[in-house]
């Protein structure tokens, strides 16, 4: 089988940590070889352009600073972990990938989709998601889970309507990229997003 690219993607508190750990296990017992990322992140240089961008100390940060970091941090990741683990034919799981700039800087920031986009193709080089599984859960729910984490990074501790916008934008998400976005039911049971999640996958390897 050739290389695979599954992007996970939903807003804070939707679950993705837990069912992207199992995802990784179901796939590495039926005998696939799993490169299991995350953005921002994924590698030295962008783990630490992560911390920047998170740094609650970090707050008069620009919208434009924040989504060219973002841009950065992605290709770092790209060119060091998602294009060679593709060319040793492996699945990549990627926690976030493009879809978030798109959303929390796009929607999110009042950048725009189309300017969040143009400004990362040249940081992806071509490389896109061949799946995305969307997490949707009720705003409150989520809300709830991600208090109950405590310490919250610096933009999990935005004020005013960003995430309200955030949330909005999610739900527009799948109407940009209908073939390539699947949408996972995330306020269930761990049970159940888990099979919903499989037979997303199961289909998606037969066809």
């Known amino acids: 089988m050739k290389g695979l690219f599954i992007s996970i993607e939903g807003p804070d508190g939707s679950g993705k ?29 962008s783990e630490k352009i992560r911390n920047i961008i998170l740094d609650k100390e970090n707050k008069s940060m620009h919208s434009r600073t924040e989504a060219l ?3 950065a941090s992605r290709a770092q990741h790209v060119e060091e972990i998602i294009k060679p683990a593709l060319k040793e034919n492996k699945i990549v ?12 800087q796009g929607i999110g920031r009042g950048l725009g989709i189309e300017n969040i986009y143009d400004l990362n193709l040249f940081a992806m080089q071509d490389v896109i998601p061949d799946l995305t599984l969307l997490f949707d859960i009720d705003m409150c729910r989520a809300k709830k889970r991600k208090e109950n984490r405590g310490n919250l990074d610096r933009l999990e501790s935005e004020k005013g309507t960003f995430h309200e ?7 527009k998400l799948k109407d940009l990229y209908p073939k390539r976005i ?10 159940q997003v888990q099979e919903e999640i499989i037979n997303i996958i199961n289909d998606f390897l037969e066809n």
């Open 182 to 191: 699947k949408t996972v039911r995330a306020n269930g049971s761990i049970k």
């Open 17 to 45: 940590s837990t069912q992207i750990k199992l995802l990784r296990d179901y796939l590495q017992n039926k005998g696939y070889d799993i490169a299991l990322t995350r953005e921002p992140g994924g590698t030295q240089i």
């Open 165 to 171: 916008d955030v949330f909005n934008g999610y739900k």
């Open 69 to 71: 970091l973002y841009a």
């Open 93 to 104: 799981i990627c926690d976030r990938f493009v879809d978030s700039s798109l959303i929390y």
